[in-house]
């Protein structure tokens, strides 16, 4: 089993849609989480972090954390073709941020 | 602005050959990452650093070295180049261990 799972996509929405990114994490003790968006050919940028359970929203986006069921979403509401790109969720394994494969979003006119 | 800068950004080498991936950073960051990104994979951790004179091995550091002299600095070391590091290198850094991380631009790596 990956450490940190997501689902590879393409994940297609329409323009003005929510799209929703899924990841699932192994280490029960993980305390960190982190969702980066990358766009092809570039570096990773960091687009939110969430420590505790619940919700986290910053503008379009909101990050979701279930230690529980060992599961960390994020929401982007009103989808605009910009957003295409791809999430990459990462997780801390002790010290270290441990990166799932990333999906794919496609943000459709 | 504080920033995170690798060099070469592209870079062809023949099998066999020495290379070195330069990384340099102005957050006065004490950790230090170096990350290779291949499809299918995802980003997979090479070596990291916490501090001057500290190294250690991640995932994948076979044929990979790195040394830390200072505290900006985070060079990595293909010995021996093999097609296999054919691959985008990110050299990354942060404040905190197990805190957000910030990447430099990449590198890309072809061994020939």
């Known amino acids: 089993q990956k450490e940190v799972e997501q689902n590879s996509g393409p994940l297609s929405v329409p323009e003005g849609a929510i799209a929703s990114l899924n990841c699932t994490y192994s280490?029960?003790?993980?305390?960190?989480f982190f969702w980066y968006r990358q766009y092809s050919g570039k570096s990773p940028e960091l687009i939110m972090s969430?420590?505790?359970?619940g919700d986290k929203e910053d503008g379009r986006f909101t990050a979701q954390l279930n230690k529980a069921s060992q599961y960390v979403s994020l929401l982007i509401r009103d989808s605009q073709p910009s957003d295409s790109a791809t999430y990459l969720c990462?997780?801390?394994?002790?010290?270290?941020?441990?990166f799932g494969t990333g999906t794919r979003l496609q943000v459709f006119p | 602005d504080a920033e995170i800068t690798q060099s070469p950004r592209h870079k062809i080498t023949e099998t066999g050959r020495q290379v070195t991936l330069a990384c340099h950073q102005t957050?006065?960051?004490?950790?230090m990452f170096w990350y290779r990104q291949d499809l299918g994979h995802g980003l997979r951790l090479i070596h990291y650093?916490?501090?001057?004179?500290?190294?250690n091995k991640g995932e994948v550091s076979d044929g990979y070295s790195v040394s830390r002299s200072n505290t900006e600095d985070l060079p990595l070391t293909l010995e021996s180049a093999a097609s296999s590091q054919t691959s985008v290198y990110f050299c990354?850094?942060?404040?905190?261990?197990?805190?957000?991380?910030?990447f430099g631009e990449g590198s890309w790596l072809t061994v020939v």
């Open positions: 990354a850094s942060s404040k905190d261990p197990g805190n957000t991380i910030y």
């Open positions: 280490d029960r003790v993980s305390q960190s």
């Open positions: 969430i420590y505790s359970n």
């Open positions: 990462a997780v801390t394994n002790t010290d270290k941020l441990i």
């Open positions: 957050w006065n960051h004490n950790n």
């Open positions: 650093s916490y501090g001057v004179q500290d190294t």
